[in-house]
Structure formats: structure tokens, C-alpha cells
């Protein structure tokens, strides 16, 4: 099990987010989003502050923006270097995306001998299975103690076939301020499917269960999710659970340049 994920910048970002999760759980403005810090009104935190933390720690994010607007704040506060990867962001009413997921969770059905089981306090062999099958599928993990819903509440969700192997996962984060920008929204995502498993509908139905059963524990009135442009397969899974392309709205990462940030 990995308490934190990836290069040793990235472990010290992940250890100050959790050092520091009392002072953003009380700060509308920021989001713990387990890989990194995200900025949700840049102007109120001061793009002083904000470049502070981007030159101390590399990577920073900008949840459910205008792409452009940001792109262009970036290089005139942090400078023409930074790279600025950005993915379409989804987003989703409550009753729309339930009735969505209801549907698929009646189309898409398991073989007999497999389950579903969802966590908000996953055990340490199921983090270390999650893990090791979105590191196989090119999904940066979450690190365990965020898993764990030590930061935010996040349930984690897994299916496992008839020999208990976790072969699909998927997460929903209630990572945002109930006064912040993105209040009431969830962050789902982390979807992740075995390769001998796939052209099942397996990532679809995974989120869309661990959509419904998030909506039950922490009552959200909103969800987004964010998806590459060119990823049309994952557009496609969620858009099936009632998500929404939302009109040029994207999520931005702000690197340094030799940095990387997956989805």
C-alpha cells in the first residue's frame, strides 16, 4: 500500500495537503484533491499566494474553469513556462444523473459469482488493489490516507469477479467547501477497468454505482467529472450516467515543465 503516490515532489505536495487539510477544509477558495491543490477563485486566494505554492510545489489545479481565461491568467501571474494540460469537464444535475445511472445499473448486469462493494474506509488490501489496477490502466492512484476519507469524504468503489479479483474501481470525492464555488458538486472519477475485462460496460456500470450509492451517503446536488478530449470511450461511459460536455468548461493544471499529471 502506498501512503503517497509517485515522484518525490509529488509525496511532498501529498504530504503538505495533508498537513495542511484544516486550514483548507476552512477555506472556501481551495479543494484537497489528493495529487494536488486546487484553486477555485484565484483572484480572492491572490495569485501572489497561489504562484507561492506553484513554485514551491510544481503543479496546481484549477477545477471547472473557462479554459482560455485561465490559460492566459497563468502565464501573466506564473509565467509563459508553465505547461497548462486541461480535460473537458462534465457536469451533472442530481435527479438527471440518478436516473441515468438507475438505467445503466439495469442494462449492465454481472455474472454470476461477482460483486459490488463501496467503502468510505476501504481496508489496506482492497487500497492496494485499487491502486495496483489503476496503475495498470494509466490512472495516477489516489494516495491511501485520502482513500481512506482522511482528508474528505471519498467512497471508493470496486467490482470483483467469481475468484474476488478487483476488476473494475471507480471514486466519488466530496472534496469542495459547502460556501465555496463548486458547493454541493462531487468529484467522481478514477475509473479504472482490467484489460481481460473490458467491452463489458464495466467502467460505465462502476460509476454509475458508485454515483448512486455517493448520492445516498453524502447527499450531493451535483457531480463532475473531468475526461481528455480525445478519449471518446470515456466520454461516451460518462455521458451514459447523465453527465454533460459543459460548454467550454474545463479543468486546468497549471507545470512546471518536466512534471506530469495524469488523469
Known amino acids: 500500500m502506498a501512503e503517497f503516490i509517485g515522484t518525490e515532489q509529488a509525496v511532498a505536495l501529498q504530504k503538505h495537503l495533508r498537513n495542511l487539510q484544516s486550514v483548507i477544509a476552512n477555506t472556501p477558495e481551495l479543494s484537497n484533491g489528493g495529487r494536488t491543490l486546487h484553486f ?95 496503475l495498470k490502466t494509466g490512472v495516477a492512484p489516489y494516495p491511501a490516507y485520502y482513500m481512506r476519507s482522511e482528508a474528505v469524504p471519498v467512497l471508493t468503489s470496486c467490482i ?20 465555496g464555488r463548486l458547493a454541493g458538486h462531487v468529484f467522481a472519477g478514477m475509473v479504472s477497468v482490467d484489460e481481460t475485462c473490458r467491452g463489458r460496460g464495466l467502467g460505465k456500470l462502476i460509476n454509475a454505482l458508485a454515483l448512486i450509492e455517493s448520492a445516498a451517503r453524502f447527499n450531493w446536488t451535483a ?39 495524469t488523469r
Request: hydrophobic share 40%; charged share 25%.
Open 160 to 179: 470483483r469477479d467469481h475468484q474476488g479479483v478487483v476488476v473494475a474501481t471507480a471514486s466519488v470525492a466530496d472534496r469542495y467547501h459547502a460556501q
Open 40 to 134: 477555485l477563485n484565484p483572484e480572492v486566494t491572490g495569485w501572489e499566494h497561489v504562484r507561492e505554492i506553484a513554485d514551491q510545489y510544481r503543479i496546481i489545479g484549477f477545477p471547472v474553469v473557462q479554459a482560455d481565461d485561465m490559460v492566459a491568467q497563468i502565464r501573466q501571474y506564473l509565467g509563459p513556462d508553465w505547461e497548462t494540460p486541461k480535460w473537458l469537464a462534465y457536469l451533472g444535475e442530481r435527479d438527471r444523473v440518478l436516473k441515468a445511472c438507475e438505467t445503466v445499473q439495469r442494462d449492465v448486469l454481472l455474472p454470476d459469482g461477482w460483486r459490488v462493494e463501496h467503502h468510505v474506509e476501504p481496508p489496506n488490501m482492497m487500497i492496494v488493489e485499487v491502486q495496483n489496477l489503476n
Open 223 to 261: 457531480v463532475t467529472e473531468h475526461v481528455a478530449a480525445d478519449n471518446m470511450a470515456s466520454r461516451a461511459m460518462i455521458a451514459a450516467c447523465g453527465l454533460g460536455d459543459s460548454a467550454g468548461m474545463h479543468s486546468v493544471i497549471a507545470l512546471r515543465p518536466g512534471e506530469t499529471f
